[in-house]
């Protein structure tokens, strides 16, 4: 339902909020690989201009991340972007 609206309304004030809806579904029944993509895509939208969306973003990322078991050759990647999502989630909620 999300995607849906997100595919069918892409310049929709809404769509960061619908994306926020579906990634806490995801979360719900813990597809963890789908959370983290769409975690990223929300934190790369440009028109993402709330905190509390940021913040949210950053926090299903994070949380996916710890639940994401990496193999030998990513862990470092890994680790790289889990510094990232709480650096950038602290400066997201102190503004």
């Keep these: ?3 849906a609206f997100s595919n069918h309304y892409p310049d929709s004030e809404y769509r960061d909020i ?4 579906k990634i806490s579904a995801e979360q719900e029944v813990e597809w963890w690989d ?3 993509s ?3 895509k ?3 939208s440009r028109t993402v201009d709330n905190a ?3 913040v949210g ?7 996916a991340l ?3 078991k990496p193999d030998d050759f990513s862990v470092y990647t890994k680790i790289v972007e889990v510094e990232w999502t709480v650096r950038c989630g602290r400066e997201a909620a102190s503004s």
Excluded at 57 to 63: P, Q, S, V
């Design 1 to 3: 339902m999300f995607s």
């Design 18 to 21: 619908a994306l926020l809806m």
């Design 34 to 36: 789908a959370v983290a």
């Design 38 to 40: 769409d975690s990223r």
């Design 42 to 44: 929300l934190l790369r």
């Design 52 to 54: 509390v969306l940021l």
């Design 57 to 63: 973003g950053y926090t299903y990322l994070a949380d």
């Design 66 to 68: 710890f639940h994401i």
